[in-house]
């Protein structure tokens, strides 16, 4: 920001800045180790696997996806967030899982097989977001998918952007929430993640959250104006 502004620019971490144009997105890669990272044994590699993944991996997955509804206010906590997370715009909207594929909620990139290479991609963050409490509530949503043994079921190699609504209920494709106050809704029900953040802070994020949504619902745009002030 300091460079930016030395030579009279603004650099933003708005998820959605630009009308119409690609927004921020802060794709979390992860992996889980036993030992030194790197150095040690990669829980989530599986040489025999189609896609060099372990059914540890695919738990952990499958808790993502569990909680991919609650952990949309946590990674994707503001307005604005919104705006990205929309039809059109190559945005991570659709619940699903799948190798190389770039419209799934979760991918797991595959350039070779490889220990230190192997990682699953969570795709719904953005840059809002407060990373110790995104990153602590995606590694809750993954374990809890591991001690639970949630699968996340066979992986979808078709363009999600492309399926119709009928073809995502074929497929069994959620959508994340659309608004910052759905999100809220459904961390307010989701137990594992509100164990991980605790009370404190649990309670204090929901209130400032709400708050916020009170406050958006209450601002009139110049949007509004321009659209509503003839009518």
Not at 119 to 138: I, K, T
Not at 167 to 193: C, F, I, N, Q, W
């Amino acid at each position: 920001r300091n460079i930016a502004a030395k030579y009279g620019w603004i650099a933003t971490f708005m998820p959605k800045p630009l009308y119409l144009d690609n927004a921020s997105g802060m794709h979390t890669h992860m992996s889980l180790w036993k030992g030194e990272p790197f150095k040690g044994e990669n829980v989530f590699f599986d040489e025999n696997d189609e896609f060099g993944i372990s059914q540890t991996c695919r738990y952990f997955i499958g808790g993502l996806i569990e909680h991919s509804k609650a952990l949309t206010a946590i990674c994707c906590p503001t307005v604005n967030s919104y705006k990205r997370l929309v039809p059109g715009f190559e945005a991570p909207i659709n619940i699903s899982w799948s190798p190389r594929n770039r419209s799934a909620l979760v991918r797991v990139p595959i350039y070779f097989k490889s220990p230190k290479a192997t990682r699953c991609e969570y795709r719904a963050v953005d840059p809002s977001c407060n990373p110790y409490l995104a990153f602590s509530a995606l590694l809750a949503a993954g374990l809890d998918g591991i001690k639970k043994k949630i699968d996340p079921g066979d992986p979808l190699r078709v363009d999600m952007y492309e399926l119709s609504e009928e073809e995502k209920k074929k497929y069994g494709v959620g959508e994340l929430p659309t608004t910052l106050r759905d999100a809220l809704d459904h961390l307010a029900s989701d137990e594992v993640l509100q164990k991980v953040l605790g009370s404190h802070v649990f309670d204090a994020f929901m209130s400032i959250k709400i708050d916020e949504w009170n406050q958006y619902c209450l601002y009139i745009t110049p949007w509004e104006f321009m659209k509503y002030l003839d009518i």
